[in-house]
C-alpha cells in the first residue's frame, strides 16, 4: 500500500458552497415586503459565499386567507425561481406578529378561538390563546394540508416551531407576556412532528429560556430530544443578551449540545442594522462564536443581503465554510500496483475542519482514468455522517478493477455525491487537481 499525503492540496480559502449547511437569506420577514423583495427581479445572490437556502417566513393568514382557501402563489413565487437557480428553502409559519392585524387568521377567531387583542404600532393585534381546542385544530389542518404540498420536496431544508408566541419566536414578550402549560408547547411540537415527517423540524429556544421562570425547562428540551427536534436561536446579538452573556452572546450554548450531533442547529443574527448601530457587530465575530459554540449548520441575518455582503465579504467567507461540515481529505492509502480483475482496498483519511456533522449521507465515487478509459465505482463502505468535527476518521473501501480495463497509468479521484438535492460536494482541495467534478488523489498503474 503507497501512502499519499494529501494536506499539500488542502485549500482552506476556497469557499466550499455545499447543500444542507451554510448561509440562508430571509426572502420575507415580518412581512411580504422586505427583504427579498427589494432585490433586482433577476438578481439571485449568486455572488454570496456559501448561501444554500431561501427563508420564508410568513404568517398564517397570508397563505390561508378563508377557511380551506389557500394562497400559495405567495410563496410559490419565490419557490419556483430560486430553486431553479439550485437553492433550498426552509419555513417558519407564523401565529403572532407584533404589528396590527392578525397573523393567525381572522376567521380562526370568528370560529370561536379564545383569544386576545394588544397593542401594536397605531392599533392592536390579536394573540391566540395557544391551547384552545379550536385554534389548534384549524392550526393541524393548515399544517396537514402544507406538509402534504411541501414537506417532502428535496429543496426543503427544514420547518422551525413558528405557531407559538411573537413572530413564532416562542416568547410572549410584546403581548399576554403570559407562559402556556409545557403539555401546550407539547402539542405544537406534535403538529409539526405529526405533518413534517420527511424533514428536520427546528425548535426555537426561546420556547423554553423566555419563560417567565424555570419551571418545566428541562421537561420542554428532553421532549423535544425525544421528537428529534433541531434547534435555532434568533436573537444573536441582541442587546440584553450581549450585555449579560459571553461574547457570542449565547444564553444557553450548553442546550445545543444536547442535539447537534444528530439533528441540525441554525444561528440567526438578529437584525444587522441594530447590531451596527448599537457597536454589536464587532465585524461578525460574535456571530461567528455563536456558530461554534451551537455547532451551528445553518446562519441567517436580518437585513439587506446586498448591504450585508458588501460590508461583510470575509466574514461570509469564514462563516459558509465553518458551519456545517467542512471535509479536508487527509491521506489515501491504495497499491501503486493493480492487476485487472483483482479487488483493493483503499483507505482514506478524513478531517472535518466544520463545527457539525452532516446530516444527510452521501455517496462517496473513485474513478480510474486513463485517456478514454473510465472506471468508475461508489464506495458503498462510506459514510460521512460520522466524520465527526475535530476528530480524524478513516475508513477503507473495496475496488474492484474490472478484467476489462487496458493496462497503462491512471489517475485515481475522488468524488462526494448529494443524491437529494443533485449536487457534488465541493472538498477543501485545490481545483487544480479537480477535473469533471473528481478531485485526482494518486496515480496507479493497471496492469495484465
Known amino acids: 500500500m503507497e501512502k499519499t499525503n494529501l494536506e499539500k492540496a488542502w485549500d482552506d480559502r476556497k469557499v466550499c458552497a455545499n447543500p444542507h449547511k451554510g448561509w440562508y437569506h430571509h426572502y420575507y420577514d415580518n412581512s ?28 398564517w393568514s397570508h397563505l390561508e386567507p378563508a377557511e380551506g382557501r389557500f394562497a400559495w402563489e405567495v410563496i410559490d413565487r419565490v419557490i419556483g425561481p430560486w430553486t431553479a437557480h439550485g437553492y433550498g ?36 393585534c390579536w394573540e391566540p390563546d395557544y391551547g384552545d381546542p379550536v385554534f389548534l385544530d384549524k392550526l393541524e389542518n393548515f399544517h396537514r394540508v402544507f406538509g402534504r404540498r411541501y414537506g417532502s420536496q428535496p429543496w426543503l431544508e427544514f420547518v422551525d416551531i413558528g405557531s407559538y408566541g411573537e413572530w413564532g419566536e416562542g416568547h410572549t414578550l410584546r403581548s399576554s407576556k403570559k407562559d402556556w402549560p409545557v403539555e401546550v408547547i407539547k402539542k405544537h411540537i406534535d403538529i409539526h412532528v405529526r405533518n413534517y415527517p420527511d424533514t428536520f423540524i427546528l425548535m426555537n429556544d426561546d420556547m423554553v429560556n423566555c419563560r417567565n421562570n424555570e419551571e418545566g425547562w428541562d421537561e420542554i428540551v428532553d421532549y423535544a430530544v425525544s421528537k428529534g427536534l ?46 451596527v448601530r448599537e457597536n454589536r457587530w464587532k465585524g461578525g465575530l460574535p456571530l461567528l462564536k ?21 460590508d461583510n465579504p470575509e466574514i461570509a467567507v469564514k ?28 483507505k482514506l483519511v478524513w478531517e472535518n475542519h466544520g463545527v457539525a456533522p452532516a446530516y444527510y449521507r452521501y455517496k462517496l465515487r473513485l474513478r480510474l ?10 464506495l458503498n463502505e462510506s459514510d460521512n455522517r460520522k466524520w ?16 476489462t480495463l487496458k493496462p497503462g497509468t491512471y489517475k485515481a479521484g475522488i468524488a462526494l455525491y448529494d443524491p437529494r438535492s443533485g449536487k457534488n460536494i465541493e472538498l477543501a482541495l485545490k481545483d ?17
Open 32 to 59: 411580504l415586503t422586505v427583504y427579498g423583495p427589494s432585490l433586482r427581479s433577476d438578481d439571485f445572490l449568486e455572488d454570496f459565499p456559501g448561501l444554500n437556502h431561501i427563508y420564508l417566513r410568513v404568517d
Open 89 to 124: 428553502i426552509s419555513f417558519r409559519i407564523c401565529c403572532k406578529e407584533t404589528s396590527p392585524g392578525f397573523a393567525t387568521p381572522e376567521w380562526v377567531m370568528k370560529a370561536g378561538a379564545k383569544g386576545g387583542f394588544y397593542p401594536a404600532g397605531n392599533g392592536q
Open 230 to 275: 433541531g434547534l435555532r436561536d434568533d436573537s444573536v446579538c441582541v442587546d440584553s443578551y450581549a450585555d449579560k452573556f459571553g461574547f457570542s452572546t449565547l444564553r444557553t450554548p450548553e442546550m445545543f449540545n444536547l442535539v447537534w450531533r444528530r439533528k441540525p442547529v441554525d444561528m440567526e443574527l438578529e437584525h444587522y442594522s441594530y447590531a
Open 290 to 310: 455563536a456558530v461554534e459554540e451551537s455547532h451551528a449548520s445553518f446562519v441567517g441575518f436580518h437585513g439587506d443581503a446586498r448591504k450585508w455582503l458588501a
Open 319 to 346: 462563516i459558509a465554510n465553518r458551519s456545517g461540515y467542512w471535509y479536508f481529505p487527509k491521506r489515501v492509502e491504495m497499491c501503486g500496483s493493480m492487476a485487472r480483475g483483482s479487488e483493493q482496498k483503499v
Open 369 to 378: 482514468t486513463h485517456g478514454a478509459e473510465i472506471h468508475e465505482q461508489e
Open 388 to 403: 465527526m468535527p475535530d476528530e480524524i476518521i478513516s475508513e477503507t473501501y473495496s475496488l474492484k478493477v474490472p478484467a
Open 432 to 448: 487544480g487537481i479537480k477535473a469533471d467534478g473528481f478531485f485526482t488523489i494518486a496515480q496507479v498503474e493497471v496492469v495484465a
